[in-house]
T-cell receptor
Framework: ETGVTQSPTHLIKTRGQQVTLRCSSQ?????VSWYQQALGQGPQFIFQ???????GRGNFPPRFSGLQFPNYSSELNVNALELDDSALYLC?????????????FGPGTRLTVL | ELKVEQNPLFLSMQEGKNYTIYCNYS?????LYWYRQDPGKSLESLFV?????AVKQEGRLMASLDTKARLSTLHITAAVHDLSATYFC???????????FGTGTSLTVIP
């Protein structure tokens, strides 16, 4: 069974730039959620994708957008980067039809905005 | 907005001792999740609690859920150094499309 993978591992960008982060779901999972985790804080839910559509969204502005592909992999796009976007970005996959929503997390992408 | 609070935020305990981490949440939810995060690493799923009164145990960790009190506990028995990590609880909404994490409890087990 293949776990959740993310790329890249680390990324440095400057203010105003755009970034795309990628996530491959665990085999057999159909749902991907993205989280932002600032240093010393808990993960903040950005959004969830299910069947290639945004299925739920946290309190993040529209410059945070995403995609889910037919193979259930996903992208997180962030436009007009701000300094406060510096964080660890985590994706998590799950199988929605099962009772509960146990999520399995990828290793994360560390984004630094200068 | 649903809020999830954990206490304590920081916990330093000696090996062999017992302690409990508390997780309170602000709205009705029948599902609660516990995760572990090691420094610089991702989150590892520990427990999924799906109903009132649910109790799960794995090794020295035991988690329980009281949905009426909106409270979950993570009990640590006879702590060992390998349990040093940050522990998060999380809840989701009824549709399972919004997730809320607690502030985390940073646990250090001292030999």
């Amino acid at each position: 069974e293949t776990g959740v993978t993310q790329s890249p591992t680390h990324l440095i960008k400057t203010r105003g730039q755009q970034v795309t982060l990628r996530c491959s779901s665990q085999s057999g999972h159909n749902t991907v959620s993205w989280y932002q985790q600032a240093l010393g804080q808990g993960p903040q839910f950005i959004f969830q994708y299910y069947r290639e559509e945004e299925n739920g969204r946290g309190n993040f502005p529209p410059r945070f957008s995403g995609l889910q592909f037919p193979n259930y992999s996903s992208e997180l796009n962030v436009n007009a980067l701000e300094l406060d976007d510096s964080a660890l970005y985590l994706c998590a996959s799950s199988f929605k039809e099962e009772a509960g929503n146990e999520q399995f997390f990828g290793p994360g992408t560390r984004l630094t905005v200068l | 907005e649903l809020k999830v609070e954990q206490n304590p935020l920081f916990l330093s305990m000696q090996e062999g001792k017992n302690y409990t981490i508390y997780c309170n949440y602000s709205t009705t939810s029948d599902r609660l999740y516990w995760y572990r995060q090691d420094p610089g690493k991702s989150l590892e799923s520990l427990f999924v609690l799906l109903s009132n009164g649910a109790v799960k145990q794995e090794g020295r960790l035991m988690a329980s859920l009281d949905t009426k009190a909106r409270l979950s506990t993570l009990h640590i028995t006879a702590a060992v150094h390998d349990l040093s990590a940050t522990y998060f609880c999380a809840v989701d909404n009824w549709a399972g499309n919004q997730f809320y994490f607690g502030t985390g409890t940073s646990l250090t087990v001292i030999p």
